[in-house]
C-alpha cells in the first residue's frame, strides 16, 4: 500500500492527532529554542525522523543504524548534557507553566536601573545578571549567598569601590539578589578595545545562556546592556526600563494564547513542525494495530452433485478484523477478504451451517476475531430431471 491509499483512509481524529502533537512540539520549542538543550533536541528529532522512514520504506540496514545512532546519542546526551536536560525539565513545570509571570511587581527592575545610572555617573563599575529561563548555577562560579530585595541603597553599596564584592557580579533572579560577588566566564570573541574583563564577562554569561546583564563602565561612565552574545550603550534609561521589564516578564505560555499566537507567531517554525509530525505519523500509522468490520462476500463451494440452492444465497457477511492500519486499508482498496462455505456436508432440505473464522480467506498479518452472523442458513433441494 503507498501514502495514497493510506491518505485516502485518514479520518477526522487523525487530524486532531497530529495537530495536538504539533502543538505540543511547537510548544516545546518555544520553551527551549535558544539553549544547547535545544540544538541536542533538535538533532536527536532528525535522527528519529529518519530512522522513522527507513522503517516505514523497508530499509533494513539503515534503519538499523540509525536506531544504533539515537541509542548512542541518547546516552551521550543524558551524560554531557545533564545540567541543560535539568533546565529543560524545570522549565516544563506545571506550575511555572501555568502560573502569570507578568502579574509579578516590576519595581525591582527601576530600582536597578536607578542604581546604574547612579552608579555610571559616579563611575562605579558594576555588573548585573538578570537570570531567565537557564539557569546559571553550572555557568558561574558561585558567590556570597544573599537573597535579598532589590533596592537602590543595597546595590550602590555592593558595587562601592570599597566593598569587597565590587569586582564580582550581582546574580538577579526572580526580582531578588540570589548571590552577589559573583564571577563570570569571559568571551574569547573579539570585542573593541574599549571593552575590558567586566564587559566580557557580560558577553560571556549570554554566550552560554539567556541571561540579560547590566554592565556600568568604570572608566567611562556609561551603562550597557548584554544579550545573546552581543553588547550596546544605553542612552535612555526609560527605554532600558521597558525593555527590561517586556524581556524579563513574558506572559505564561498558557495564559490567555490568541489566535494569533497560536498560529501566525514563528509560523515558518510551526509549519515546519507540522510536515515533521505529519510525516511520522504516516510512517508510524501503517503500522499502528486497529480493529475494523469489514464485509466480505461469500463463496459457495462443493454443492453436493444433484441439488442446488432452495433459497436466496446470503451474498456477504460482516468479518471483525484486527491487524496493521496499513493492511486494513490494503483490504478495502483490493477487496481480497472473503468467506468459503463448504457445502459439502449439507443435506437435502433445511440447513444451518456453522460459520467459523477459519472459513475466512485472509490476507497473511491479518488476524480474524469474529464472522457475523455465526450461522447460515442453507436449504437444498434436488434437482429433477425434465420430463
Known amino acids: 500500500m503507498n501514502i495514497l491509499d493510506l491518505f485516502l ?73 545533564a545540567g541543560e536536560i535539568r533546565q529543560v525539565l524545570e522549565r516544563l513545570n506545571p506550575l511555572k507553566i501555568l502560573s502569570h509571570n507578568g502579574q509579578r511587581g516590576t519595581d525591582y527592575i527601576n530600582q536597578a536601573v536607578s542604581a546604574a545610572e547612579y552608579l555610571a555617573r559616579n563611575r562605579i563599575g558594576a555588573l548585573m545578571v538578570f537570570e531567565r529561563s537557564d539557569r546559571l548555577r553550572e555557568l558561574v562560579r558561585p558567590g556570597i549567598r544573599l537573597e535579598g530585595e532589590i533596592q537602590l541603597e543595597i546595590l550602590i553599596s555592593l558595587f562601592q569601590k570599597e566593598s569587597p564584592t565590587h569586582d564580582g557580579a550581582a546574580w538577579i533572579r526572580e526580582g531578588k539578589i540570589l548571590e552577589v560577588s559573583v564571577f563570570l566566564p569571559i568571551s574569547q570573541v573579539d570585542l573593541p578595545l574599549k ?34 552574545g552581543q553588547i550596546r550603550r544605553i542612552d535612555d534609561y526609560n527605554e532600558l526600563c521597558a525593555e527590561l521589564k517586556k524581556k524579563l516578564h513574558q506572559p505564561a505560555l498558557l495564559s490567555n494564547p490568541s489566535w494569533t499566537s497560536l498560529f501566525v507567531k514563528d509560523w515558518r517554525v510551526k509549519l515546519l513542525v507540522l510536515m515533521m509530525v505529519t510525516s511520522i505519523w504516516f510512517a508510524l500509522a501503517g ?11 461469500v463463496s459457495y463451494v462443493n454443492l453436493p452433485q444433484g441439488f442446488r440452492l432452495a433459497s436466496t444465497p446470503l451474498p456477504e457477511v460482516t468479518v471483525r478484523v484486527a491487524g496493521a492500519r496499513r493492511l486494513l486499508a490494503s483490504v478495502h482498496k483490493e477487496k481480497n477478504l472473503k468467506l468459503r462455505v463448504d457445502l459439502s456436508r449439507v443435506i437435502e432440505g433445511g440447513n444451518q451451517v456453522p460459520l467459523r473464522t477459519e472459513q475466512v480467506l485472509a490476507p497473511p498479518g491479518l488476524e480474524v476475531l469474529q464472522v457475523q452472523p455465526e450461522t447460515l442458513q442453507v436449504r437444498l433441494e434436488r434437482i429433477r430431471p425434465p420430463l
Open 195 to 228: 571593552y575590558g574583563s567586566r564587559h566580557r564577562a557580560a558577553v560571556g554569561i549570554t554566550e552560554l545562556s539567556d541571561a540579560l546583564v547590566l554592565v556600568v563602565s568604570e572608566e567611562r561612565g556609561e551603562v550597557s546592556l548584554a544579550e545573546e
Open 287 to 297: 503500522q499502528q494495530r486497529s480493529e475494523e468490520n469489514i464485509p466480505a462476500p
Open 9 to 81: 483512509e485518514f479520518r477526522w481524529h487523525d487530524l486532531i492527532d497530529i495537530l495536538v502533537v504539533t502543538y505540543l512540539v511547537s510548544w516545546l520549542y518555544a520553551w527551549v529554542k535558544g539553549t544547547r538543550a535545544f540544538r541536542i533536541l533538535l538533532g536527536l528529532a532528525l535522527l528519529g525522523l529518519i530512522y522513522f522512514w527507513a522503517q516505514f520504506l523497508g530499509l533494513f540496514l539503515t534503519g538499523r543504524v540509525f536506531e544504533w545512532l539515537g541509542q548512542a546519542s541518547l546516552i551521550l546526551v543524558i551524560v554531557i548534557f
